[in-house]
């Protein structure tokens, strides 16, 4: 599950980096929890949480359906 995690991730990336930020993968637990910490601008910023629910974990949702939750350190 991670390698499809991490796949999925490259393809969120772009769009992340092209606003000034980034995400990291941190930790893929076996209960289908996914730890990620937003580097750059996305660190901090206001409409972190929201790019996190909206943006991150839903096209992980999508393209790994084990992926029960995201969470940012």
Known sequence: MKERVEA??????????????DVE???VSPDGVVTVKL??????????EITLRMG?????KEEV??????VSI
């Open 56 to 60: 991150i974990e839903k096209i992980l």
């Open 8 to 21: 999925a991730l490259k393809r969120i990336r772009p769009s992340l980096q092209a606003d000034g930020g």
């Open 39 to 48: 580097t750059g601008v996305c660190r901090g910023c206001p409409m972190s």
């Open 65 to 70: 359906p084990e992926v029960k939750e995201v």
């Open 25 to 27: 993968l941190v930790e």
